[in-house]
């Protein structure tokens, strides 16, 4: 079974442009998650979405940062625009709530440079 | 709020030798607690997990017991490998549904031969 693909596997870009991070998560998962991780911070939670409609977005740093799930095969994470420090590894994962206590499967990531 | 504390790292081991890294959690109601491996350049991977007090979660040669009374998830294995080496995140389930989950801060452990 294919896992949660997430795309660009890396991306180097300027400050001040647009960046798009992509997931697809497995399929009949109805949970899925957006976290970042740093060295200085660790793993965050930046959002997550149950059937397409975002439940928490606490975790978005700013108003820079946007994500959507316009269906249940999709997902999108926007910074725009970009700063060095939001340089990190991006991460998603996707959940069944169907069954209680089910594991969260994680993608290999983004890893993003802004310079 | 739900919180778990993990040891700090790093952790250095010989190979064989025996592998302990503590993990405690504060949560209210029953949570279901996880533990998770994150090798060099991957994602997270469940490594094991338990759903209530007293379950032993048990994978690869490592296992961890569920403690209610110490609110503990100690993470053990026997006799480790240089294949180890990586980060472990001990998670609990979060009250607020979704299968939402609580990381602590991530240990990483080296294995030398």
């Known amino acids: 079974d294919a896992g949660v693909i997430q795309s660009p596997r890396h991306e180097v870009t300027e400050m001040g442009q647009e960046v798009t991070l992509r997931c697809k998560p497995i399929?009949?998962?109805?949970?899925l998650f957006w976290y970042r991780q740093t060295m200085m911070r660790g793993l965050e939670l930046l959002i997550y979405?149950?059937?397409?409609?975002?439940?928490?977005d606490s975790g978005m740093p700013e108003d820079r940062f946007s994500a959507k799930m316009p269906n249940a095969s999709f997902s999108t994470l926007k910074i725009q625009p970009s700063e060095p420090r939001d340089s990190a590894v991006y991460f998603c994962?996707?959940?069944?709530?169907?069954?209680?206590?089910?594991?969260?499967?994680f993608g290999d990531g983004t890893r993003l440079s802004i310079l | 709020g739900d919180s778990v504390t993990q040891m700090e790292g790093p952790v250095t081991l010989s190979e064989e030798a025996f592998l302990t890294i503590n993990c405690t959690y504060t949560?209210?109601?029953?949570?279901?607690l996880f533990w998770y491996v994150q090798y060099p350049g991957e994602g997270l991977q469940l490594l094991l997990k338990a759903t209530k007090a007293d379950d032993k979660g048990s994978n690869k040669g490592f296992e961890a017991t569920y403690r209610k009374e110490t609110t503990s998830f100690h993470l053990e294995k026997g006799s480790v490998q240089v294949s180890d080496s990586a980060v472990y995140f001990c998670?609990?389930?979060?009250?607020?549904?979704?299968?939402?989950?609580?990381f602590g801060a991530g240990t990483r452990l080296a294995v030398h031969p």
């Open positions: 979405f149950n059937n397409n409609v975002p439940i928490d």
């Open positions: 994962a996707s959940s069944s709530t169907g069954a209680r206590d089910q594991p969260q499967h």
């Open positions: 998670a609990l389930r979060g009250s607020g549904g979704y299968n939402k989950l609580i």
């Open positions: 399929s009949g998962h109805n949970s």
């Open positions: 949560a209210t109601g029953y949570p279901s």
